[in-house]
């Protein structure tokens, strides 16, 4: 990911993918940019951290006042009520990005070339 593609977001910070429970919707080795600034509509998907202290990525479903639904992020059809008390974030997924195995990218000249 180049800083180009971040120029309009200030603030940020990424989560790795491990595990394949995600799968096919992500993989394993992928980084998620995460964007707390960014209110997230239903529909996003969301990284939400708990009280408990667990960490998921879900898909953000209806705002139910005291409680919102978070929706399984491989099928969206499965959904939870969560009480907002147990919710310590719930914020915005903006982009992904999947680093290339034995890239030499970001090394060498402008061609890629070493010195």
Known sequence: MSAACMNDI?????????????????????????????????????????????????????????????????NPHLATVVARNEIVSIHRIASRYTPQENSDRGHGGPDGERA
Do not use: H, W
């Open 10 to 74: 200030s603030d940020y910070y990424t989560v790795r993918i491990t595990g394949d429970e995600l799968t096919p919707r992500y993989r394993a080795g992928e980084i998620l940019v995460v964007t707390p600034g960014r209110e997230p509509a239903p529909g996003c998907d969301v990284f939400v951290v708990m009280k408990d202290g667990s960490r998921s990525v879900k898909v953000l479903g209806d705002d139910l006042g005291n409680a919102v639904q978070l929706c399984n992020a491989v």
